[in-house]
């Protein structure tokens, strides 16, 4: 991305302050923050003194901008006035009551205050990071307990519905590239042995014993600021995917993603393993949290959080695979069979662990 596609963005929000019609900013310099696979973000400095966080909306991820934007702002507010000692980041604006740009190349941007002296980490580097991740996301959706969900916009139709992943699976058998089809059969059979999890998910959704929640749905290491100094976690970030959901989504994601010793583009697939210390971490730092919130139902089956959205995940990439690499970058051609393979053998490794360790027979 040039400088002619963020400056027009970065002088709107720079030019602007609360109970101020315009200001000088100075001269603005911008740096490029992560890894950009998404949204595009950026630190923008002015030599008058202030800097914040600028960042593009992805529209192809997020066709409608405006609901991510409108979600954030909606949760933000009532952080502002019905929360005690959750921090989010503060939205900056580009006029009056305007906190989403649409620059003249009809691309959108918005912007936050930047938190200073803070770090993020790709990987959780020991069990202690773990736990105060889970501690962090609990601590977010115990917050939002007595908000009522309906007032959240669905960023992504069934983005973490098991059963409608288990059908997408099922027409990409039928209406994939058929060479495809042929080297995944082994991998399809094994996951609709598995079949049972998508239909507990059904009956998660029926059962009044399981609550809409507000989820985070990204709930990943990486999306938590941490204080350079201290070690101690500032607050969670990166809240595009912020909408109802059920109580397996963030633990799940996290115990996919911080339990396994290696990530999902691992091909070493038989020393692929589950940390028990790393596992034991996060449930039990978001169980802290979320034990007086959850209902008997949730807390009976929360094990079921990474079963969950690990098989979800292997579906995913299995039914992208058979299509021909639709949603995924893929850096060969068999990336997402690979990928799809490694998240069947976590799942194994899962199922084996817990049953071994909890007596938990998914």
Known sequence: MTAADYQEAAFAFANYHAGMCKLTPG??????????????????????????????????????????QE?????????ETEIKGLKLPAPRYCDKMVSLFMDSSGNYW???????????????????????????????????????????????????????????MEQAEK?????????????LRELRERERYSQFYEMITGSDDFLLRVMH?????????????????????????VMPG????????????MACNYDENYQYFEKIRIRKSYYEAIISGYMSVMWKYFTAS????????????????????????????????????GQNFDRALNQLTLLKRL????????????
Request: proline share 4%; charged share 25%; hydrophobic share 35%.
């Open 27 to 68: 001269k603005i310099s911008v740096l490029p923050l992560g890894n950009g696979l998404i949204n595009h973000t950026y630190k923008v400095s002015c030599s008058s003194g202030h800097f914040f966080l600028l960042q593009q909306i992805n529209k192809n991820v997020f066709p409608r901008p405006q609901d991510v």
């Open 71 to 79: 979600n954030y702002i909606t949760i933000w507010k009532y952080a």
């Open 110 to 168: 918005r912007s936050f205050e930047f938190i200073k002296d803070s770090v993020t980490h790709s990987i959780a580097q020991k069990p202690q990071q773990a736990k105060a991740t889970a501690k962090a996301f609990a601590k977010f959706t115990s917050a939002f307990s007595k908000f009522d969900v309906d007032q959240l916009k669905i960023i992504i139709p069934d983005f973490h519905n098991v059963s409608f992943r288990y059908e997408q």
């Open 175 to 187: 209406k994939g590239l058929p060479e495809r089809i042929e080297k995944a059969k082994s991998l």
């Open 217 to 241: 749905h990204d709930a990943k290491i990486s999306n938590v600021l941490f204080n350079k100094t201290t070690g101690r976690i500032i607050c969670p970030v990166d809240f595009d995917t």
């Open 246 to 257: 059920y109580f397996f989504s963030d633990p799940g994601d996290m115990i996919r993603s």
């Open 298 to 333: 949730e807390k009976k089956y929360i094990h079921y959080s990474g079963i969950l959205m690990i098989y979800m995940q292997a579906m995913r990439f299995l039914t992208d695979f058979m299509y021909g690499g639709i949603y995924y970058k893929v850096e060969y051609k």
């Open 351 to 362: 199922e084996e662990f817990l049953e071994s360790e909890y007596g938990f027979k998914p």
